[in-house]
C-alpha cells in the first residue's frame, strides 16, 4: 500500500512540474524581428511579415460569404464582425472593395445573411453611400441589426451608422456621428449592444492621430471616446467620454485598431493596449454608468514620449476578450518584445 502511494505521489509531482513548464519559442521566431506599421486607413502599403505557421490538427469547416479586393481588415485586433442569432440565423460584414488599387469609388461594408439554410448571395456594393471602411456589427432590438463603419476620402469625416429593425431584410436607416472635434474626427470604431434585448447601443472610437492627419483632443494624440445609447443611437444618454484612467494623465494616446468592445446585459467591457501602452481592461457591471480598471500588463516606459528604449516584453496590440455566464471577463492577447533605438516604435519578435 505504501508502495502504490509512493508511486502515485510521484507521478503526481512529475505531471505537475511537466504542466508548470513554458513552451518553448523556436530560435528563428524568437528572434524575428520586424519594423512596426503604423496604423492606416488605406491599403498604401502592401508589404507583408509572414511568420511560420503552426500545422493544423483538423480542416475546419468554411463557407465563402463574399469576396474583396482590399484586404486590410484591420491593422490589429478585428471588430465585431459576425453575430450568430438564436434562432440560428447570422448576420456577417467585411470591408469591401473591387476598385483596386485606391478603392476610390466602391470601399465601403459588405454584408450578408444567414437565413438557417443557406448563406445570400455576395454583395457587389457596399451599405453606405460614400467611401468608408473598417465596419462593426451586432444585433439590434427584438430582431433587428446595426453596424457603424468611418467615413474615409469621402465627403466628410466621422463614422455612419446603418440599422434595420428586421435582420437579413429591408432597408437600412443611415446617420452620421462625429467626434467633439472636427479636426480630430472619428476612425476605427468599435461596437456593442447590451441590455435586456440589445437595446443599448455601446460605441468606442478614436479620434484621428496626429499621424493621419489629425489633431490632439485634450492631450491624447489618439484619444478614445466612449459613447452609449438607448434607443438605437438616435440620442445618446452618454456621449464620448474619455474614461477616468484613459485620459492624457496616464496616457500620450492610443493606436487604432488596438482596443474592442463587447456588451452582455448590464455588463460590458473595453480592452485596449499595445506594445507602447499598458494592456487594460475597463469594466462595468451597471451598463456603463461607472468603470473599473484592470491593468493586464503594465508598460515599463509610462507616458512614452517617443525616447530610445531598451528591448522589452509587452502586449502586440492583437487581443480579444469574452464574458463567461458568470459575468467574468476572459482575455487572450499576443506578446512580443519592442524598442526604440532612434526615437521610433520597432517591434521585434513574437513569443
Known sequence: MKRILLLTLVFSIAFGVYAQQRVTVPKDVRNHAVLMQKPTVETNNFSQEVMPAAKAFFPPEEEVIGNTYFDLQSNSSMQSRIHVYDDGTVGAVFTIGFDFPNFSGDRGTGYNYYDGNAWGDWPTERLEADRTGWCAYDAWGDNGEINVIHYSGAATDGVVFSRRDTKGTGDWTQWDFHAPDPAADFLWPR??????????????????????????YQGLDGAILYSRSEDGGTTWSIENIILDGMTSAEYTGFAGDTYEIIADGDNVAILNGESWVDLMLMKSTDGGDTWTKTVIWENPYPLWNATPTDTFYCADGAHHLAFDQSGKVHVVFGINRAMSLDGTANHGSPV
Do not use: C, E, S
Open 191 to 216: 461596437m456593442a449592444t447590451g441590455g435586456i434585448n440589445h437595446d443599448v447601443v455601446h460605441y468606442i472610437g478614436l479620434t484621428k492621430p496626429v499621424a493621419n492627419q489629425g489633431a490632439v
